[in-house]
């Protein structure tokens, strides 16, 4: 095609080029006009003459491209030379060809072959190009440098981006820019020499983000380059057969395959998790009420009783009670009490609630109080192993101011209390009661002696029998601070306050008392107004207040702190001259706070070898005696509970962060026998190693702590460490009865503590020998105040999520976090504070430790050593269930080797037996011990191998347990 096309234009320029040469041969022989056109020329070279004859041109073509030839005049072919002229050399690999000056066709420039990615590509002379799709997975370029690892793909022309005609692309790995930052825009440039750079600019503000993929927070967003964590995703879906967590932020529900839960149906108990689902347990068996012939459960209304009639007899479950009778509120009430009177004064006469026998006997309570032997008013008598002794002639006075002593001498003495006497002041042999009045009879203590003296620097306290006695405080200190109104300082501003002597910008002026030259005093200042602001800060006396000299200066700097409130300084200094005032002050940065500390001066002791007679110990009162030598008193204080020989009930108000009971009770090891609370306790093995299953102590919680003191030493006091409870926390009560403390910081009236409507659901108090009773709706018994560190034993007659106490510093906030804090719990809250009784643990159906079912807390422990499980020890996860007559009535959990096993609720002699919880197994396993174990109130059993051969011997184990002997 392409010769055919030039052989055309040729033939064209060679018939123009004959004419014009005819034209310009006849010119030249006739007219003699122009010659030939000079760019026909130029473009032409003359060849030798071809012979012959022609007529055209066409005659003369010799089928060469790059030669044109011309029929001349004299009809002879002339051959001329057409260089540059297109050509076509015969190859197919070259393009643009061109005649030379020598009449030959040139070849061109080389044809360019296909440049998309993924095929080989050639040319052939003959065939032309032709090319080869690479194989997937050859090495290729796709031409952007901020791509590495280029290989070949096969793609689809219709739907892939970049598909080549051949059906592949080139497929590059981008380079990864990203700084991990989502608040910068990363990306990847290439530079003028094809070299690859990563830049980074600031994201818009706004744009979202993730703050940090394991916490599950929403609408994060960038602000100056930075994530800003927006709000917490909710992660409790309610559900308590699911166990609710965040992972990289998505919060996931995994079902439970165990544990404890509430269908909803009142109709079924012990209610499970089965695989995210809570499925009902065995179906609610009704008791049925005395004043019913039957009971049944139904669903949304609960056990529903078949009354009996008004009227129709009944048993109160009490034998001292005869002819109980339902009444028209279906309760049954107590008939006819049995009299078990026998009209003798010196026995307690009862009726026996198991067996409905009388008892008269008398008691060590009523030895030697007065009495009538018979109906003769001459005659005295002391009650003596349960009868009136006479004891002499006498009157019918029974030294009582709060009886009204009469004769009848038909009949004897009468000593009878009431209206007469009650409200009348008395006195009681006790120096530190204050003052008294007689109560039903009796001489009832209304207020305790103020042993305060006012003087900060002495501890006071009232001793019996010996009444107030102080003793200096080494460790008080008296601090004033400016909120003190004096005569110079009003104290009415304790912020950025002018200074009142006029003599320097702002300051306060403190009165400290009378102080001689060269007294220690620490005082602080806190500069403010605006951060950064630099100032000198005085610290000046004065015996007047008008004449100042200079205590100390220095340098100050106001510091704002991020939670609010500025930074203090403080400087420790003791004037030269005799003071009473003292002044803080600055020229520039206005003062917000002022204090100064002044510490209380206590007498040097020694005792008899002029011995120091100081034990270290806070929570005594250390006094020496020329001839007795040292005392150590025990005091009771906010921190410091003072304990005595015997059973206290207490709880602990001051506790530190981590409240490890060995670590708390260390200062009272010696003589610690046991710890208890509600199914927990801790005691010290022979070792003095401390087990048992109460590993931690509780804020809210009482507990009886039972010592055993040596001759000679009555009580001691147990220092506290730590943070003082706030008293706004929140209790998680259940009905029943709780030991529980009081978090107030002052002892607080019994009514003025309780709150409505709490108040109306408690129907006793209990403290250790004190006790309050409900009585109409009326609180009585010598029970009156609630106090600091000491427990409280608590009837409620329902449960009480969040009770509070009321005291005169309660804000109303409550600051701890709330959770399950037992560390075996399958919802184990690390974080929380305060247990809120949600635990749940991964055991078989049933097994959970009761609360007390009465008030007669009964309860008791095994402490197992060393169990082994499939012949391993036990896992956290591994469990041990006490049982009394088919029911669970306690589950303890391996804690350092020892598996403590609480008992709840049982009567004296029931049968406990033992199941091991293999969790790894998902078995339970019959745990024999070698000696049975019978229940008794607060009985310890101590369970291990008794074996002297086995590495885990221990000679203190009460029951063998031989099977978990280790070689």
Avoid at 91 to 108: N, S
Avoid at 861 to 877: C, E, I, K, S, Y
Wanted: hydrophobic content about 35%; aromatic content about 6%; proline content about 6%.
């Amino acid at each position: 095609m392409k010769r055919t096309m030039w052989a055309r234009h040729g033939s064209e320029l060679a018939l123009r080029l004959l004419t014009a040469l005819f034209v310009t041969g006849c010119n030249d022989q006739t007219t003699g006009d122009a010659p030939l056109d000079a760019s026909a020329t130029d473009a032409l070279a003359e060849v030798t003459q071809d012979a012959g004859a022609c007529e055209t041109d066409l005659d003369c073509d010799d089928g060469n491209p790059c030669t044109l030839g011309v029929c001349r005049i004299d009809r002879n072919c002339q051959q001329q030379i057409t260089a540059a002229a297109p050509c076509d050399d015969g190859d197919a690999c070259t393009t643009d060809d061109a005649c030379d000056d020598q009449g030959a066709c040139a070849a061109g420039a080389y044809v360019a072959l296909p440049t998309q990615a993924c095929q080989s590509c050639s040319c052939d002379p003959t065939a032309g190009v032709s090319c080869t799709p690479l194989a997937a997975g050859m090495a290729c370029d796709d031409g952007d440098c901020c791509s590495d690892s280029d290989v070949c793909q096969a793609c689809d022309l219709a739907t892939d981006e970049g598909c080549g005609d051949h059906a592949m692309r080139c497929v590059g790995v981008l380079i990864e820019c990203d700084d991990e930052n989502d608040c910068t825009d990363d990306a990847c440039l290439c530079s003028e020499l094809d070299v690859a750079t990563c830049v980074s600019s600031q994201a818009v503000d706004g744009s979202a983000c993730v703050d940090n993929p394991n916490i599950c927070t929403t609408g994060d967003t960038c602000l100056a380059g930075q994530c800003i964590p927006g709000d917490p995703l909710p992660i409790d879906d309610g559900n308590p057969c699911t166990e609710d967590y965040c992972e990289k932020g998505i919060v996931y529900h995994d079902g439970l395959a165990s544990g404890q839960c509430d269908d909803g149906d009142e109709c079924t108990k012990d209610d499970f998790c089965y695989f995210g689902n809570c499925t009902g347990g065995d179906t609610v068996i009704c008791a049925v009420d005395p004043c019913a012939s039957s009971a049944s459960c139904v669903t949304g209304a609960g056990c529903v009783q078949s009354w009996l009639p008004a009227g129709a007899a009944c048993d109160d479950g009490n034998p001292c009670t005869t002819a109980d009778q339902c009444d028209s509120a279906h309760v049954c009430v107590a008939g006819v009490g049995i009299d078990c009177s026998d009209l003798n004064p010196c026995t307690v006469d009862a009726c026996e609630p198991d067996s409905g026998d009388c008892t008269n006997e008398g008691a060590p309570a009523l030895e030697g109080l007065p009495c009538v032997p018979d109906a003769s008013c001459a005659t005295a008598g002391l009650c003596q192993s349960g009868t009136c002794a006479p004891v002499g002639e006498g009157s019918c006075d029974d030294g009582n101011p709060c009886t009204t002593d009469t004769c009848d001498p038909a009949t004897g003495c009468t000593f009878e209390s009431g209206s007469a006497t009650d409200g009348q002041a008395c006195t009681l042999d006790d120096p530190c009661i204050d003052s008294a009045v007689c109560d039903a009879g009796s001489c009832a203590a209304t207020s305790l002696l103020n042993c305060d003296d006012g003087d900060l620097c002495t501890l006071n306290e009232c001793i019996p029998g010996a009444g107030c006695q102080s003793a200096p405080d080494p460790s008080a200190a008296v601090t004033t601070t400016c909120q003190q109104a004096n005569a110079i300082d009003d104290g009415a501003c304790c912020c950025f306050a002018d200074d009142p002597t006029g003599e320097h910008s702002s300051g306060h002026v403190l009165d400290v008392g009378p102080l001689t030259a060269g007294t220690s005093l620490e005082c602080c200042i806190t500069p403010g107004f605006s951060d950064g602001c630099s100032d000198t800060a005085w610290f000046d006396v004065s015996t007047d207040g008008t004449a100042w000299s200079v205590g100390t200066s220095f340098a100050t700097v106001s510091q704002s702190k991020p939670a609010g409130g500025w930074e203090s300084f403080c400087q420790t200094f003791a004037p030269a001259t005799d003071f009473r005032y003292v002044r803080g002050a600055n020229d520039s940065c206005y003062v917000d706070h002022f204090s100064c500390t002044v510490g209380c001066d206590a007498a040097e002791c020694t005792g008899l070898l002029g011995e120091d007679c100081d034990d270290g110990n806070p929570c005594t009162v250390d006094s020496c005696d020329p001839v007795t030598g040292c005392d150590h008193l025990p005091i009771a204080s906010d921190t410091c509970i003072k304990l005595h020989h015997a059973s206290n009930l207490v709880s602990f108000r001051v506790l530190p962060d981590n409240p490890v009971t060995a670590e708390v009770l260390a200062p009272i090891a010696p003589w610690l026998v046991r710890i208890m609370g509600e199914g927990t306790m801790a005691m010290p093995l022979p070792n003095g190693q401390i087990v048992g299953n109460l590993s931690t102590l509780e804020r809210t919680a009482g507990y009886w702590i039972t010592l055993d003191l040596p001759a000679g030493l009555t009580s001691v006091s147990l220092p506290l460490t730590g943070a003082a409870t706030d008293p706004d926390i929140a209790y998680s009560i259940s009905e029943g009865l709780e030991s529980i403390s009081f978090p107030g910081p002052e002892p607080t009236p019994l009514g003025d503590a309780l709150l409505d409507p709490d108040e109306a659901v408690i129907d006793q108090v209990v403290g250790e020998g004190i006790a309050a009773f409900k009585l109409n709706g009326t609180w009585v018994g010598n029970l009156s105040t609630l106090a600091p560190n000491r427990g409280y034993e608590v009837a409620f007659t329902e449960a009480l999520p969040a009770l509070r106490f009321a005291c005169a510093s309660c804000d109303g906030s409550d600051p701890y976090l709330y959770g399950c804090k037992h560390p075996q719990a399958s919802n184990f809250a690390p974080a929380a504070e305060v247990d809120d009784g949600s635990c749940t643990w991964a055991l078989p159906v049933g097994w959970a430790t009761p609360g007390w079912s009465s008030f007669a807390k009964a309860q008791g422990w095994v402490v197992f050593h060393d169990l082994q499980a499939a012949g391993a020890a036990l896992q956290p996860n591994d469990a041990v269930a006490a049982w009394i007559g088919g029911q669970v009535v306690g589950v303890g959990f391996p804690i350092d080797g020892f598996t403590t096993v609480p008992m709840m609720n049982g009567t004296l002699g029931d049968v406990v037996t033992f199941t091991l919880w293999d969790a790894s197994q998902g078995s339970e396993i019959p745990l024999v011990t070698g000696t049975e174990v019978n229940w008794s109130l607060n009985l310890v059993v101590l369970a291990g191998c008794t074996d002297p051969g086995a590495s885990n011997y221990a000679d203190w184990a009460d029951v063998d347990t031989s099977a978990h002997c280790v070689p």
